[in-house]
């Protein structure tokens, strides 16, 4: 089966930084993928991490750990606009699947 | 401008009655996804197609119906056998391969009432 975890709630204060955990457990992986998802709208594609380590983009990273089963996000000099929530979606073996967790809802406060 | 159309944007339909929910694509991608998401659950994908005339169940495929006639176009049926059909209704579309992330539509809520 499929097990992907990540907090339900977070709230961080505009210009800081947060770290969105997510834990994983699938019957294979092919690579771990962030989403950001403002209320009502689509998912809109955030990173993706196949191999181990960080990957930086702009003032959002993505780190992975395989032998963990571990991904967090990065959120670096948070906007009031990064308000949203953040999928964790994993892709499994065979076909295209993408397994997603329940995502995390950050509040950005003033 | 390239992209992935859902409509309508919002849907309401009376218990028993069939209803499709259209999903257009002009990306040129060949794999294309229907996910359903609920309240505190995360996405939970319905069929998935990879090519023309070709479709697979996903995770919760009893009471939807799909088609893929064309490359561009993914229609999902939301038949009266399925039992809670009120939810927010996403349209994926991706490239084949493991490193392609999947571009999404703006969504359609459906409300069964």
């Known amino acids: 089966g499929q097990n992907i975890d990540q907090p339900t709630e977070m709230t961080a204060t505009e210009g800081a930084i947060v770290q969105i955990n997510c834990t994983y457990q699938?019957?294979?992986?092919?690579?771990l993928f962030w989403y950001q998802q403002h209320a009502g709208e689509a998912p809109t594609f955030l990173s993706y991490?196949?191999?181990?380590g960080l990957e930086e983009k702009g003032r959002f990273s993505s780190f992975l750990s395989r032998s963990k089963g571990y991904s967090y996000l990065l959120l670096k000099e948070l906007q009031m606009k990064d308000s949203a929530s953040y999928l964790c979606?994993?892709?499994?073996?065979?076909?295209?699947?993408?397994?997603f967790g329940t995502g995390t809802r950050l509040t950005v406060i003033p | 401008d390239g992209g992935i159309t859902q409509s309508p944007k919002y849907l309401f339909r009376k218990e028993g009655q069939n209803v499709t929910l259209s999903c257009e694509q002009n990306?040129?991608?060949?794999?294309m996804y229907w996910y359903r998401q609920d309240p505190g659950q995360g996405l939970r994908l319905i069929y998935y197609s990879q090519i023309v005339n070709d479709f697979q169940k996903g995770d919760i495929a009893e009471g939807y119906s799909v088609s893929r006639e064309k490359k561009e176009s993914f229609p999902l049926t939301v038949t009266s056998a399925q039992k809670n059909p009120t939810a927010f209704y996403l349209c994926?579309?991706?490239?084949?391969?493991?490193?392609?992330?999947?571009?999404f539509g703006p969504g359609t809520r459906l409300t069964v009432t």
């Open positions: 994926a579309s991706s490239i084949l391969g493991n490193t392609y992330e999947q571009y």
């Open positions: 990306l040129n991608h060949d794999a």
């Open positions: 699938t019957s294979g992986f092919n690579g």
């Open positions: 979606a994993v892709k499994g073996t065979g076909a295209n699947n993408l397994f």
């Open positions: 991490n196949v191999l181990d």
